[in-house]
């Protein structure tokens, strides 16, 4: 049985645990000894599985801290808004304050 790199790398996991066939395990060995990148594989496979990253290592994205991030920018996007809505507020009523003055004045 000749084995695709792709299959050996689907098999390993199987082989690493001793849960493969008599004749997976052959053709693996058989496909290891002619091929060094499924080599280069089985070297990193063995090194990962030998030294499993600890439970809440940095290899996890950090969701408290994305969601820390998007708060804050929709926080100032809100302020910005705010801002800038009060603005215009403010500005719309002195014109009209203003008017009212000058006409009640007759001017
Ligand atoms: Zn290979």
Partial sequence: MNLTCDTVMDLFPLYYD???SQSSREAIRRHL???PSCRE???RYR???SHPAPCGSESLP???QG???LADRLKRRH???TSAFSFV???CLATLAASFFLKRNGR
Avoid: Q, S
């Fill in 62 to 64: 950090d969701f408290d």
């Fill in 89 to 91: 507020l403010a500005v």
């Fill in 47 to 49: 090194e990962t599985a």
């Fill in 18 to 20: 001793g849960l493969a």
């Fill in 41 to 43: 594989f089985v070297h």
């Fill in 33 to 35: 000894r002619t091929c």
């Fill in 67 to 69: 969601y820390r991030n």
């Fill in 79 to 81: 302020i910005i808004k």
